[in-house]
């Protein structure tokens, strides 16, 4: 049985919003879900499979698989769940794709969700850090990413008026972005003003907490192209888990974005991505990864990704515009984040990104990042993939 | 509360939903000319959602007329329920009545853990109880069953009532169906509201009642229903301004504490619309 194609074909995301006490966790998973199949023009009577995930240590809800079959539409029905840190929903968007790619499923629902407010976020991450090496100095996500910065700051004379500019871009876009639950301009000069909480990074540098959800859903080759007019053909993904230990991680770079990048445009066969990509959509937590990770991807040279910040390329209109969206700094409901980062890009080669559509996409990247620094990466086609 | 000698009804709202600003999500719904009641209790996430599956209710029999046998009550109601959204789960209730020549039958159906009970007055024992199931409105897209009791004589009493019940039975260090027995089964239906908000008060003031739910209470007497009065009315339900405006301009003007007579309701239609109580 060779390798399927497959295709989004329908995307839903809920009202994001820091609380959302309207609604329970199944609810807001229920929200997502009836707007994706409204999307797709599909009843849950169409689906083969579910798989979903959150960061269910967050909640404390075991058995999230079955514990949401209330809203997912999951009843008697194949269910996966899938959790992987900060990549959840990135990884849920892999693990739809190889459902379907392997010929076992047509159609197939991918849901991340998070409910935030009802969550310790920062504890349980904490949990995840080696007790004696690592959590002495590594509170949360936010310590890591400091260091990272701190890192590249050195190496490379990057400032944090740097790291503000890609903010100033992202809360832009964020404008253009109904889902958005941050959608206020700011200026340098007020992202460098708001409070610091863990030097480079201010407040305004980084990703809010949000309740919501996400659902997408694929199909196969034959499938794809009856329900959705211009299907979002997948022609790759890649991944890369490094390290255990956050000491080893080689700071002011992040290796397994360079590792899965690199993968993944060789199966695609793209030689210059900055030339060839038309967006990207990239799970970007704070500021500074948006200059450090796409020297990583081959997109600008080392120590040159400021420059190429600064020049506008990455701004809506410009070369290659980075997160239309808003991206993680404007909305972050964890478990679902990276799966927004992958509906998002599928809305732009779909042609359905309205107010935040870059024109003419026919190649669009969308990426997930977590736990000890790991990448996801999903690229996203107009045309179906050459294989 | 409502005064009329074949139908008493109580609405109170929880004092923690109070205090953090939440709507009462208990409704009912009385339709004395129809002779068909129905309750509602839905979370304080959505409190509007009690309201909204029993105004729907009444715009789906309004529209298509009473229904006189039980699949058709079946059929409005499970039509009302598809209408729910999954996000405004409530539970629900209906009791509609038919006089019979020797005594009432009654249509009963149930979704959710409200309940509705029937109660010798002579005897004083539940005979007919519904149990809880777990057809919520909004999760449930219908019901499958419809229950019919056939009463002879006068000697029943019909009550209805969202769990908020339990917590006056707690109160007294009584299961619901010792209460209903004990305390809702004898004397003018009418007082019974006045004898349960008596029975908070005293928890209340003894420091039993620290916090209690939203409480919703109906009790019929099927054979003394005249259906002269063409009312209905749909209370509680309450969005947060409903309930703060109940709260702040009810319990602050004339109307506190004392009963508004059918013919007064026009001159006082301000006062009720205000606070989440619909008369048509």
Redesign the interface.
């Known amino acids: 049985m060779g390798k399927k194609r497959v295709a989004i074909v329908g995307t839903g995301q809920t009202f994001h919003k820091s609380h959302r006490?309207?609604?329970?966790g199944q609810?807001l998973i229920?929200?997502a879900v009836?707007r994706a199949l409204l999307d797709a023009d599909m009843t849950i009577q169409d689906i083969d499979a579910v798989v979903i995930g959150n960061m269910d240590h967050f909640e404390g809800i075991n058995y999230v698989d079955c514990w949401s079959v209330?809203?997912s539409g999951g009843v008697m029905r194949p269910i996966i769940k899938l959790t992987t840190g900060g990549t959840t929903g990135s990884t849920l968007a892999i693990g739809g794709y190889h459902m379907i790619a392997s010929g076992m499923f047509e159609k197939v629902l991918v849901i991340g969700w998070e409910k935030n407010s009802e969550s310790d976020t920062t504890g349980a991450i904490t949990t995840a850090f080696d007790p004696v090496w690592d959590r002495l100095v590594f509170a949360g996500a936010i310590s890591g990413l400091a260091a990272e910065a701190q890192s590249y700051m050195a190496k490379y004379g990057a400032t944090d008026k740097d790291g503000a500019r890609v903010s100033v871009r992202d809360r832009k876009h964020a404008c253009n972005n109904p889902h958005a639950q941050l959608r206020k301009e700011v200026t340098i000069e007020e992202v460098l003003a708001s409070p610091m909480l863990a030097d480079p990074i201010h407040l305004l540098d980084v990703c809010p907490r949000t309740d919501g959800a996400c659902a997408v859903i694929m199909a196969c080759e034959g499938v794809a192209e009856r329900i959705a007019p211009q299907p979002d053909w997948i022609w790759a993904t890649a991944n890369r888990h490094t390290y255990s230990y956050l000491n080893d991680a080689t700071y002011g770079e992040l290796d397994s974005m360079a590792d899965a990048s690199k993968e993944l445009f060789s199966k695609a066969g793209i030689k210059d991505p900055r030339k060839e990509l038309d967006v990207i959509e990239m799970y970007q937590p704070y500021s500074f990864a948006g200059i450090i990770w796409i020297e990583d991807m081959g997109i600008a040279p080392r120590g040159k990704g400021a420059e190429y910040i600064w020049s506008g390329a990455t701004d809506m209109g410009g070369e290659l515009p980075i997160n239309p969206s808003g991206g993680v700094i404007a909305c972050n409901p964890i478990g679902a984040t990276g799966l927004i980062r992958c509906a998002e890009a599928a809305l732009q080669v779909m042609g359905k990104a309205e107010e935040r559509q870059v024109p003419d996409v026919s190649l669009a990247l969308s990426t997930g990042f977590g736990g000890c620094f790991w990448t996801d990466t999903i690229l996203h086609g107009k045309n179906k993939p050459a294989f | 509360m409502v005064k009329e000698q074949a139908c008493g009804a109580l609405l109170v709202t929880g004092p923690e939903k109070i205090r953090c600003g939440y709507g009462n999500g208990d409704c009912l719904l009385i339709d004395l000319k129809n002779a068909f009641f129905a309750l509602s209790d839905s979370a304080e996430r959505y409190s509007r959602a009690s309201r909204d599956i029993l105004e729907r209710l009444c715009d789906v029999v309004k529209e298509r007329g009473v229904p006189q046998q039980n699949d058709e009550w079946l059929h409005v109601v499970n039509s009302v329920f598809a209408a729910q959204k999954y996000q405004h789960k409530a539970t629900f209730s209906l009791a509609a009545i038919r006089q019979t020549g020797v005594g009432s039958s009654i249509c009963i159906i149930n979704g959710g853990d409200s309940e509705v009970a029937i109660v010798n007055k002579t005897t004083r024992r539940v005979e007919y109880r519904t149990e809880p199931n777990m057809n919520f409105a909004g999760r449930s897209k219908g019901i499958s069953g419809v229950m019919e009791v056939s009463l002879q004589g006068d000697h029943y009493r019909l009550v209805m009532a969202s769990d908020g019940l339990a917590d006056i039975a707690r109160f007294c260090g009584e299961q619901v169906t010792d209460l209903v027995e004990s305390f809702l089964s004898h004397g003018p239906v009418h007082e019974i509201p006045e004898k349960l908000r008596d029975l908070i008060i005293s928890a209340v003031s003894q420091g039993i009642a620290g916090n209690y739910d939203d409480i919703g209470v109906i009790v019929i007497d099927p054979e003394a229903l005249k259906r002269n009065t063409d009312v209905q009315l749909v209370m509680g339900g309450t969005n947060p301004s409903e309930e703060d405006a109940y709260q702040k301009d009810i319990r602050s003007s004339h109307l506190d504490g004392g009963w508004i007579s059918m013919e007064s309701l026009p001159e006082n239609a301000h006062y009720v619309a205000k606070c989440g109580i619909r008369v048509r």
């Not at chain 1, 006490?21 to 329970?24: E, F, L, S, T």
């Open positions: 006490p309207d609604v329970n609810e229920n929200e009836q209330d809203g």
